[in-house]
């Protein structure tokens, strides 16, 4: 990876969006900060440029706006890697009743995230390079009635994801799809959560940094993960339908 090369976060207000750009920032990259309420960010940016002595900055996005052509034709350059953090965790009882609580979920999850996704592959294909990044999650494995709103839309994401890696592994463009699990973030704040298990956001950005650098495909970041879930989908149907998962 060559040292200069400039990483845009989008969804850059989550606590792992911060914690990815403070890490590729700390080796040397300059960092573009995407989020709504962009200029909220500004104290983010000036303690990235001063720490780290990066050029940092920080730009307007909405992962559901629609606005995937008008947001990259915005941008000064097209970034060398894109990370896309952006999600909703939302409440599975909300979801279930709640046709627009339920809609929002999966747009921010998965569509959103996929059609500006869609528009950077194809800016990074007529350019020959770069990478792509896909936060996505376990929860995505197999549908479970505790979250299957919010996994049913990380399902698709991480199908997307493989698809585009696919699609663009003879292009030199790298997809990465990482599953953190469960993850210490204000996002599962008070939720009830197994310390074996859950991961902080500084975890989740090592496990980025390394992905981008040594060329992974897909990571779990803590792999006791991989294990669980194979598990999980490794249990017959009719089994399934009588666990409380």
Known sequence: MVTNQ????????????????????????????AARRAADLNVDVADISARYQVAASAIEFDVIDGGA?????SLPE????????AGLLGDQ???EVDQDAAMRVMATNYTGPACYLLEVARRMEARGSGAIVGISSVAGDRGRRSNFVYGSAKAGFTAFLSGLRN???????????????????????????????TAAPQEVADATWRAVTKGSDVVYVRSVWRLIMWIIRSIPERLFKRLSL
């Open 6 to 33: 400039s990483v845009l976060i989008l969804g850059a207000r989550s606590d792992i969006g911060r914690a990815i750009a403070h890490t590729f920032a700390g080796h040397g990259r300059p960092i573009v900060l």
């Open 69 to 73: 052509t008008r947001f990259f034709d």
């Open 78 to 85: 097209l970034p060398d890697v894109v990370v896309m953090v």
């Open 93 to 95: 009882a909300v979801n």
């Open 167 to 197: 699609r663009l592994a003879a292009q030199n463009i790298q997809v990465v799809t990482i599953k953190p699990g469960f993850v210490a973030t204000r996002m599962t704040a008070g939720m009830k959560l197994p310390p074996a298990l």
